[in-house]
Nanobody
Framework: VQLQASGGGLVQPGGSLRLSCAASGFTLDDYAIGWFRQAPGKEREGVICINNAVGVGSTYYDDSVKGRFTISRDNAKNTLYLQMNSLNSEDTAVYYC???????????????????????WGQGTLVTVSS
């Protein structure tokens, strides 16, 4: 079982990036998945989380990214995406994708507040927003 994150890089303020998270060994669309980030000197925080066992209604967006970031999934490729628009310096962080490989009825908010419940983590990809 593996999650492979990619797509990070340097982007100017106001720019966009799309992060990818390819899963192998299990199917993303059956379980809770999320994007987290950790900025230097700060704790890891949940950005967007969704419990696919519940459906899109479970999606949680942190206030800091609402209207700018979106999550999507390509089931054929078993890949999760994070589209990030209108980036600013506060978005600079290492971004991680994660999956909780048990079917539950918990909300996306539940998962974003509890990174410790996730079973699998990608290696992290660095996003730097700077001019």
């Amino acid at each position: 079982v593996q999650l492979q994150a990619s797509g990070g890089g340097l982007v100017q303020p106001g720019g966009s990036l799309r992060l990818s998270c390819a899963a192998s060994g299990f199917t993303l669309d059956d379980y809770a998945i999320g994007w987290f980030r950790q900025a230097p000197g700060k704790e890891r925080e949940g950005v967007i989380c969704i419990n696919n066992a519940v459906g899109v209604g479970s999606t949680y967006y942190d206030d800091s990214v609402k209207g700018r970031f979106t999550i999507s999934r390509d089931n054929a490729k078993n890949t999760l995406y994070l589209q990030m628009n209108s980036l600013n310096s506060e978005d600079t962080a290492v971004y991680y994708c994660a999956a909780h490989a048990r079917r539950t009825q918990d909300s996306g908010l539940y998962y974003c507040l509890r990174p410790y419940v996730f079973d699998y983590w990608g290696q992290g990809t660095l996003v730097t927003v700077s001019s």
